[in-house]
T-cell receptor
Framework: DAKTTQPNSMESNEEEPVHLPCNHS???????IHWYRQLPSQGPEYVIH???SNVNNRMASLAIAEDRKSSTLILHRATLRDAAVYYC?????????FGGGTRVLVKP | GAGVSQSPSNKVTEKGKDVELRCDPI?????LYWYRQSLGQGLEFLIY????????KSGLPSDRFSAERTGGSVSTLTIQRTQQEDSAVYLC??????????????FGPGTRLTVL
């Protein structure tokens, strides 16, 4: 099963960090972990990806557990524009298998 | 620069009719993907084109669905004899096709299909 497990929703206050957990306990050693997000009425957009080491980019950080069975996407300072559904995806080959994602609500 | 574009943005059709949905990928991207997103559901992979290779059709839900990619660029997703359960947002994405498992997919805005 290539799907991941995420909480249905999370709330955050503006300017505070958001930690989005993802469980991928059956991940294989070569599967990358990708995160995409989907803003309302838009197609998904890439956020970040990683394999074993923690990763940082201008949008977020990705912390990957040592056993790779889970990971956490970190939005350092949530803004209202970060309100979206965030998808954690195991990438085996080029096909992305999306799960239900986590709906992030950001309160002003 | 220009991103992935899709047309039409909205399509309303009657049950039993055929529909064609178009995707214009980012110029130079060799990989093209179709997904669909039903109301309240996640994204479901449909089909994947990579260069001149045979497409991966493993996600197509029935033989009423087909897709082609002409000249390695524009793609058309065709749904024959549409059913109400085909109502969804159909999303197209493209990528360079060079990075394998780390290839970033760039999504279009989608076509919302409503079958009455």
């Amino acid at each position: 099963d290539a799907k991941t497990t995420q909480p249905n929703s999370m709330e955050s206050n503006e300017e505070e960090p958001v930690h989005l957990p993802c469980n991928h306990s059956t991940i294989s050693g070569t599967d990358y972990i990708h995160w995409y997000r989907q803003l309302p009425s838009q197609g998904p957009e890439y956020v970040i990806h990683g394999l074993t080491s923690n990763v940082n980019n201008r949008m977020a950080s990705l912390a990957i557990a040592e056993d790779r069975k889970s990971s956490t996407l970190i939005l350092h300072r949530a803004t209202l524009r970060d309100a979206a559904v965030y998808y954690c995806i195991r990438a085996a080959g080029n096909k992305l298998t999306f799960g239900g994602g986590t709906r992030v609500l950001v309160k002003p | 620069g220009a991103g992935v574009s899709q047309s039409p943005s909205n399509k309303v059709t009657e049950k039993g009719k055929d529909v064609e949905l178009r995707c214009d990928p980012i110029s130079g991207h060799t990989a093209l993907y179709w997904y669909r997103q039903s109301l309240g559901q996640g994204l479901e992979f449909l089909i994947y084109f990579q260069g001149n290779s045979a497409p991966d059709k493993s996600g197509l839900p029935s033989d009423r669905f087909s897709a082609e990619r002409t000249g390695g660029s524009v793609s058309t997703l065709t749904i024959q004899r549409t059913q109400q359960e085909d109502s969804a947002v159909y999303l197209c994405a493209s990528s360079t096709g060079l990075a394998g498992d780390t290839d970033t997919q760039y999504f279009g805005p989608g076509t919302r299909l409503t079958v009455l």
